[in-house]
């Protein structure tokens, strides 16, 4: 009688050892930055980065050949077992000229904890003034008109670019900007006016371009008003 009840028990301390083991393990992956899953790229923007954790060791993957991982940064081996460990790994853009969105995933692929986070990038550069409307996920969609009166002499663009950048004006017969080209960077540049003595309201486009990328930019000008 012992022994029928003995066995049971050992099987019992047996299976009640390992449930400790498999409870006492901690599996984990998760994305620091880009917060909420996401990111927004500009279409000169050569480089971001992705900042993340795991317990396991890690396999970083691309969907689209337009975004690159850095040979050596591709893989880790985790050594530290049930210890997160955190990486900052920085990604390579192809400049967007397509003139369309475009999005890729990039994936931190480890075991069953895998997690991805999305970045999309813009067809245009990075606008302050004109500044752009937002989509209803809050990323830019579509840019601006700069409207000015009839008798406004000067306006001014707001851009920030990741090159060297030109800018030029598709007719520019009334409209010149005071600077044509100049570095990567924060720039704000002037653009002068001629009056509109016509009561027709008139546009041109100024096309902003740096690494392949060509932002149109729209200009109107209001007609003049006629004294009653």
């Given at each position: 009688m012992k022994?029928k009840?003995?066995?049971?028990?050992?099987?019992?301390?047996?299976?009640s050892?390992?449930?400790?083991?498999?409870?006492?393990?901690?599996?984990?992956?998760?994305?620091?930055?880009?917060?909420?899953?996401?990111?927004?790229?500009?279409?000169?923007?050569?480089?971001?980065?992705?900042?993340f954790?795991s317990?396991?060791?890690?396999?970083?993957?691309?969907?689209?050949?337009?975004?690159?991982?850095?040979?050596?940064?591709?893989?880790?081996?985790?050594?530290?077992?049930?210890?997160?460990?955190?990486?900052?790994?920085?990604?390579?853009?192809?400049?967007?000229?397509?003139?369309?969105w475009?999005?890729?995933?990039?994936?931190?692929?480890?075991?069953?904890?895998?997690?991805?986070?999305?970045?999309?990038?813009?067809?245009?550069?990075?606008?302050?003034?004109?500044?752009?409307?937002?989509?209803?996920?809050?990323?830019?969609?579509?840019?601006?008109?700069?409207?000015?009166?009839?008798?406004?002499?000067?306006d001014?663009?707001?851009?920030?670019?990741?090159?060297?950048?030109t800018?030029?004006?598709?007719?520019?017969?009334?409209?010149?900007?005071?600077?044509?080209?100049?570095?990567?960077?924060?720039?704000k540049v002037m653009?002068?006016?001629?009056?509109?003595?016509?009561?027709?309201?008139?546009?041109?486009?100024?096309l902003?371009?740096?690494?392949?990328?060509?932002?149109?930019?729209a200009?109107?000008?209001?007609?003049?008003?006629?004294?009653?």
């Amino acid at each position: 009688m012992k022994k029928k009840i003995l066995i049971p028990l050992a099987i019992l301390a047996v299976f009640s050892m390992h449930s400790c083991i498999k409870e006492n393990e901690y599996h984990r992956s998760l994305i620091y930055y880009p917060y909420a899953g996401r990111a927004l790229v500009y279409a000169d923007q050569p480089t971001d980065s992705i900042y993340f954790a795991s317990t396991e060791s890690w396999l970083l993957l691309s969907s689209q050949t337009w975004c690159t991982i850095p040979s050596g940064r591709q893989s880790l081996d985790n050594p530290y077992a049930n210890t997160l460990v955190d990486a900052v790994v920085t990604l390579s853009f192809e400049p967007n000229t397509t003139g369309a969105w475009r999005s890729v995933d990039v994936t931190v692929r480890a075991d069953e904890y895998s997690v991805a986070s999305r970045y999309y990038q813009s067809p245009f550069h990075e606008l302050i003034r004109p500044g752009v409307s937002n989509d209803e996920q809050g990323f830019p969609s579509e840019i601006n008109l700069l409207t000015d009166s009839a008798h406004v002499l000067t306006d001014s663009l707001h851009f920030v670019t990741h090159a060297n950048w030109t800018l030029s004006a598709k007719d520019g017969t009334w409209l010149t900007p005071e600077s044509t080209s100049g570095e990567q960077g924060d720039n704000k540049v002037m653009i002068s006016l001629t009056p509109n003595t016509s009561t027709t309201d008139r546009t041109d486009t100024l096309l902003l371009m740096s690494s392949g990328v060509t932002t149109p930019i729209a200009i109107r000008q209001l007609g003049k008003v006629l004294q009653q």
